[in-house]
């Protein structure tokens, strides 16, 4: 969970209240990648975020195992 403490970058597209699930390590890096996957007509923006960024928090907590009590309910 330490890589979410640094500054990273999140592509949010036009439209849409949820940022990209992706985690960029550079604007730069964002940019291009929201090239690539830019649709006709489609606008975004990147936005920098830290260890409180609630995107990656809520990511974090699809990819997290289910402990042995959770797995059994």
């Known amino acids: 969970m330490g890589h ?3 500054p990273h970058y999140h592509i949010r597209w ?3 209240a949820t940022l990209d699930w992706e985690r960029f390590s550079e604007p730069a890096e964002a ?3 929201a090239k690539q996957l ?3 007509g489609e606008t975004y ?3 920098e975020h830290d260890g409180t960024c609630q995107r990656c928090q809520e990511t ?3 990819k997290a195992p289910l402990s042995s009590n959770e797995a059994s309910v």
């Open 4 to 6: 979410t403490q640094l």
């Open 14 to 16: 036009s439209g849409k």
């Open 31 to 33: 940019e291009a990648g």
């Open 38 to 40: 830019m649709q006709l």
């Open 45 to 47: 923006t990147i936005e």
């Open 60 to 62: 974090m907590k699809l």
